[in-house]
């Protein structure tokens, strides 16, 4: 069946380091995957996406690299901040959102 | 305005009652989702709304019912809920065609 899953439920980084957060995913056939930031008492908020025809995509301070041969996906932060302490999920859209588990990110200063 | 808002913050309800959550937005999308977050989960999607027709309902138990009154407006009503009902409910919007969604902050239910 279906999935979007993430590899772990927890990081600690200190502060100015970089932050990598993963995420497999079971349907070859997704072809859009999102990833968001959501903080306590907010909702999910968008960060960055990729579509299956790329293999990396860059924004303001992270990027998202998807490896389809293993269909894995991660989100790496650069500079971590504290401000960037929230949960991510990554989510697969192929029609509906699926969200995987969630890693919890904290940032130590 | 680009935003999702959502009322009331926080309900708590007791199984008997029927409340009603809403959500706005004047983004002009015309395709709006309800899901249901428990603690520690990610968000579960419960219903999705494409030009203000119902499209996808993830058999969701009939004492919540969804309405989208126009373009702009979601309710969710609710009616005879469960304790397990208790979670934070979230809104979002996006152009039909376009895969980013913008959720609302959520609604806070509590079912006594």
């Known amino acids: 069946g279906e999935s979007v899953g993430l590899h772990l439920p927890t990081l600690s980084v200190q502060e100015g380091d970089n932050s990598i957060i993963n995420c497999a995913y079971s349907?070859?056939?997704?072809?859009?995957f999102i990833w968001y930031k959501q903080e306590s008492g907010k909702g999910p908020q968008f960060i960055i996406d990729?579509?299956?025809?790329?293999d990396k995509r860059q924004g303001q301070r992270v990027t998202v690299l998807l490896n389809k041969t293993v269909k894995h996906l991660s989100l790496q932060i650069a500079a971590t901040q504290p401000g960037d302490s929230a949960v991510y999920f990554c989510?697969?859209?192929?029609?509906?959102?699926?969200f995987g588990q969630g890693t919890e990110l904290s940032v130590k200063p | 305005d680009t935003e999702v808002t959502q009322t009331p913050k926080h309900l708590v309800m007791g199984m008997t009652n029927k409340k009603s959550l809403k959500c706005e937005q004047h983004?002009?999308?015309?395709?709006m989702y309800w899901y249901k977050q428990k603690a520690k989960k990610p968000p579960e999607l419960m219903f999705v709304?494409?030009?203000?027709?119902?499209?996808i309902n993830e058999s969701v138990p009939s004492r919540f019912s969804p309405e989208c009154p126009n373009s702009s407006l979601l309710n969710l009503h609710l009616h005879a809920l469960q304790p397990e009902d208790s979670a934070l409910y979230l809104c979002?919007?996006?152009?039909?065609?376009?895969?980013?969604?913008?959720f609302g902050p959520g609604t806070r239910l509590t079912v006594l």
């Open positions: 990729i579509r299956s025809n790329m």
């Open positions: 979002a919007s996006s152009h039909p065609l376009d895969n980013e969604q913008f």
């Open positions: 349907n070859s056939a997704s072809d859009y």
């Open positions: 989510a697969e859209n192929g029609g509906k959102l699926i």
């Open positions: 983004m002009g999308h015309r395709a």
């Open positions: 709304y494409s030009y203000e027709k119902l499209s």
